[in-house]
């Protein structure tokens, strides 16, 4: 990794820096062969029609209830689905949103701090998830640092400022493998589907109806 005049990032593996958005570096964004460059981690369509609500995201992403009402509260991981609009109102988390919560427990029991936390949250939502399975996010805990090769994960472990690392794409299908075995809920209707996968559900009711 070298730096320019400015002192900002030139090449990989990225800091992402908790300073104002303007004067963060951004990760060029790689296109894949004959692509657009807005592809990103391939999320099921079935499974957007599937939303999560407050215990069913705390025990994916391994977290407690105080802590998701704090974070929602404060901003940190709000629920995309639908927030909670007075007595009754359940928050229904979508699946990204559960894959940032386990993100942000990960990186809380490593000791990094809120702020960089909130800037490598931001930063995921402003990328759109692009190349999750490529993405590892390093952390010596005073920075965040985005790698999206091993090479650029072992530059950053030989100059010492990597202590550890969270693989995204990993905590993506964790966060699917416990889903599968929880209740989610349509959002459209309502309807409660039960384990063995949602999204699984929702495929074979359709293609019943067909």
Known sequence: M??????TAVGGPYPLHSGSAEHSPKRPVAVP??????????????????GYRGPT??????????QLDYWARTGLVEPSVRAAGGSGTQRLYSFR???????VKRFLDTGVSLQNIRTTVQ???????RDLERTTLMSDGATVYECTSPNEVHDLLQGGQGVFGIAVGVVWRDVEA???Q??????DTGET???NHPADELARRRNRAV
Do not use: M, N, W
């Not at 070298?2 to 002192?7: A, F, M, N, P, T």
């Not at 995201?57 to 105080?66: D, E, L, N, Q, V």
């Not at 929880?182 to 959002?187: I, S």
């Open 123 to 129: 930063h995921l939502r402003d990328s759109g998830f």
């Open 33 to 50: 062969e004959g692509g657009s460059g807005t592809e990103s981690q391939a999320v099921d369509p079935e499974r957007e029609q599937v």
């Open 57 to 66: 995201a705390c025990a994916a992403a391994g977290i407690t209830y105080r």
């Open 182 to 187: 929880l209740h989610g809920e349509r959002v």
């Open 178 to 180: 416990a889903l599968s």
């Open 2 to 7: 070298s730096s320019s005049g400015d002192g």
């Open 193 to 195: 589907l039960v384990g």
């Open 97 to 103: 949103d559960v894959v940032v919560l386990k993100i």
